[in-house]
T-cell receptor
Framework: DQQVKQNSPSLSVQEGRISILNCDYT??????FLWYKKYPAEGPTFLIS?????DKNEDGRFTVFLNKSAKHLSLHIVPSQPGDSAVYFC??????????FGAGTTVTVRA | GAGVSQSPSNKVTEKGKDVELRCDPI?????LYWYRQSLGQGLEFLIY????????KSGLPSDRFSAERTGGSVSTLTIQRTQQEDSAVYLC?????????????FGPGTRLTVL
């Protein structure tokens, strides 16, 4: 059973606009959430994370929001740039090594 | 420094054959993980090593799958008598520690196709 779900397989956004990626989870034991970015033929690379004690974490153009009551998190990229075109994976951990991943969202930034 | 490397990058095999996939973690990383990503799915945890021991093999889908790690470094994932459902991208990751708070660095993966 998938404990982390990304219901939008793809997202297309114009350069300079905001990209919003969504992620839902079912396991209430998850206490740490991560976003990974993946380019073709490369492994996923860590992008940004958030602990369950926070509801927002910001790093430059990237902001992650966590809504624990809704078991939902989102990644905002603003402004979107062509180099942001990639697959984005949401992942979650229950304070251990095992990461549960969503299926990914492919973001395409149009010039 | 060098990241996580995996070989081969692509492997095509016939159903029933055995395959070995190799992972070279980042030097000094004590933890090593194997995941696989089937078409349209997220990354699925397979096994985790701390040093040379594997305290958690819970993600291995069947007894046809095995993995070992030697010298606290290189790891090999072996799939015996491959089946078509084994076709996937197999990813290896390593980290300095083992909590979810330790960033896992991923290799580029091995794309396995079983005909």
């Amino acid at each position: 059973d998938q404990q982390v779900k990304q219901n939008s397989p793809s997202l297309s956004v114009q350069e300079g606009r905001i990209s919003i990626l969504n992620c839902d989870y079912t396991n209430s034991m998850f206490d740490y959430f991560l976003w990974y970015k993946k380019y073709p033929a490369e492994g996923p690379t860590f992008l940004i994370s958030i602990s369950s004690i926070k509801d927002k974490n910001e790093d430059g153009r990237f902001t992650v929001f966590l809504n624990k009551s809704a078991k939902h998190l989102s990644l905002h990229i603003v402004p979107s740039q062509p180099g942001d075109s990639a697959v984005y994976f949401c992942a979650a951990s229950a304070n251990d090594y095992k990461l549960s991943f969503g299926a990914g969202t492919t973001v395409t930034v149009r010039a | 420094g060098a990241g996580v490397s995996q070989s081969p990058s692509n492997k095509v095999t016939e159903k029933g054959k055995d395959v070995e996939l190799r992972c070279d973690p980042i030097s000094g990383h004590t933890a090593l993980y194997w995941y696989r990503q089937s078409l349209g799915q997220g990354l699925e945890f397979l096994i985790y090593f701390q040093g040379n021991s594997a305290p958690d093999k819970s993600g291995l889908p069947s007894d046809r799958f095995s993995a070992e790690r030697t010298g606290g470094s290189v790891s090999t994932l072996t799939i015996q008598r491959t089946q078509q459902e084994d076709s996937a991208v197999y990813l290896c990751a390593s980290s300095e520690g083992t909590s979810g708070y330790n960033e896992q660095f991923f290799g580029p993966g091995t794309r396995l196709t079983v005909l």
